[in-house]
């Protein structure tokens, strides 16, 4: 059974950084062979895409919101997935999903998310 434990639920007041996790395990394929995403939803807003870390060449991709503030890092001897968070906004308060994807065959797997907010 494929489990994405995400974990770094934190309050910090805007300017301020967090980091998030996804530890994961129980993949029919190995961890590298996976994209690996990060998405976050907002009260009332729809899930988007945040940042995107790819399985072969561990290339980078991230939402205009968020480009120079976060940075998504993978390390494949731990299967586990990061998410450094810099400069933090209150528009960043969201509960944070962790994602692995794969194409061949098609595979997707989601964490439980976990609660960032961004408050004075």
């Known amino acids: 059974q494929v489990q994405l434990a995400e974990s770094g639920v934190g309050l910090v007041e805007p300017g301020g950084s967090l980091g998030l996790s996804c530890a994961s395990s129980?993949?029919?394929?190995?961890?590298?062979?996976?994209?690996m995403n990060w998405y976050r939803q907002a009260p009332g807003k729809e899930r988007e895409l945040v940042a995107t870390?790819?399985?072969?060449?561990?290339?980078?991709n991230y939402a205009d919101s968020v480009k120079g503030r976060f940075t998504i890092s993978r390390d494949n001897a731990k299967n586990t997935v990061y998410l450094q968070m810099n400069s933090l906004k209150p528009e960043d308060t969201a509960v944070y999903y962790c994602?692995?994807?794969?194409?061949?065959?098609?595979?997707?797997?989601w964490g439980q998310g976990t609660q960032v907010t961004v408050s004075s």
């Open positions: 870390i790819t399985s072969a060449s561990s290339r980078t």
């Open positions: 129980g993949f029919t394929f190995s961890f590298s062979t996976y994209v």
């Open positions: 994602n692995a994807e794969r194409a061949y065959p098609s595979l997707t797997y």
